[in-house]
């Protein structure tokens, strides 16, 4: 997953090289005497790597400029943080500098994906990258029975 | 400490008998030509006792809804829906356990923190766990903090004074 600037760029450095290379590869595949079919199988792992390394690019992109899930299940919270924080366009060590801790430990939770950390301290994060997150749950109805044991609790609210 | 509706409402209990003590002391004060120093006193620590129990049981109760009333839950608060679960279920503790891997005297434990210190991870599990679909709910990141706001209506004053007045006419595209 890309998560800075600086990152992309080398990802974009890395897919020229790559398309090169299976450029040079094919050229030589074919110069070898074989056919359309065969120079390109051998290039079919190279052309993988470089769609996944475009598929990246994109997505990150697509989060650098802002957008961002309204609505997504809870266990891609933590990836969701990150993507807030670039989406916000707040660096690592801006976060780590408004959470009031190391650069490193923001660089650890981004590469768990949060998983480590509370709701609590989760929350936190989104407040500090002025976001909020609500979370949807469904309850079952409450059941209680009109006998109400519970009167006093109902009276009390 | 409450740990349970039971508890809730025993402590309930005590409470109203205490405001009814307390209402029969006042009402004895004020037939009484003069106030007795030591009576008041005592209807003094009474306050602080139902006080003390009135916002006991608010915090309980508080764990048993979201803060808005609905089905929606900040982040932060989020743990405590298993206490709002199980009080919903009217399941007891050892029975709410097992799905969870939990026996009854740690959810116990737990609900005596509002599930606080769970890691989303496990979070994450355990709602698995009981069935609950918890989905994020993201307010627009576009939309900032009071401060952020303040600032950029600061900002956008300072750029509305900036302007001359016909800048209002002059369409926006002639701008370089």
Not at chain 1, 17 to 37: K, P
Not at chain 1, 53 to 70: C, K, P, Q, W
Not at chain 1, 137 to 145: G, S
Not at chain 2, 83 to 96: E, G, I, N, P, T
């Amino acid at each position: 997953m890309i998560r800075f600037d600086r990152d992309r760029t080398l990802a974009v450095t890395r897919l020229e090289e790559i398309e090169d290379r299976a450029a040079r590869v094919y050229d030589t595949a074919l110069a070898r005497g074989l056919d359309r079919e065969g120079a390109e199988a051998t290039i079919a792992p190279l052309i993988e790597e470089r769609d996944q390394l475009r598929d990246e690019i994109n997505t990150y992109d697509l989060v650098r400029s802002g957008h961002l899930e309204a609505s997504l299940p809870l266990e891609d919270l933590g990836f969701y943080l990150t993507n807030v924080r670039i989406a916000t366009g707040v660096s690592v060590r801006e976060l780590s500098r408004r959470m009031g801790v190391k650069r490193a430990t923001i660089e650890r939770y981004e590469k768990e994906r949060w998983s480590g950390v509370t709701a609590a301290r989760a929350a936190r994060v989104f407040k500090a990258l002025n976001a909020t997150a609500m979370i949807h749950v469904e309850l079952p109805a409450a059941d209680r029975p009109s006998a109400d044991p519970l009167g006093p609790l109902e009276k009390y609210r | 400490m409450i740990h349970s509706r039971r508890d809730r409402d025993k402590l309930w209990e005590g409470l109203l008998a205490e405001r009814a003590r307390r209402e029969d002391i006042v009402a004895h004060l004020r037939s009484a030509e003069t106030a007795e120093e030591t009576i008041i006193k005592a209807v003094r620590s009474l306050d602080a006792v139902i006080q003390a129990k009135e916002a006991e049981i608010a915090e309980y109760d508080k764990m048993l809804t979201a803060p808005d009333g609905a089905e929606t839950w900040a982040l932060a608060d989020l743990p405590r829906v298993f206490v709002a679960l199980r009080d919903r279920k009217r399941m007891s503790q050892a029975a709410f356990g097992v799905p969870l891997g939990l026996r009854g005297n740690q959810i116990a434990r737990y609900e005596k923190i509002g599930y606080a210190g769970l890691s989303l991870k496990r979070l994450v599990n355990m709602l698995d766990a009981v069935h609950l679909e918890a989905r994020v709910i993201l307010t627009p990141w576009t939309e900032p903090s009071a401060q952020a706001v303040g600032d950029a209506f600061d900002g956008a004053i300072a750029a509305a004074t900036a302007l001359p007045v016909e800048s209002e006419e002059s369409p926006a595209e002639e701008a370089p």
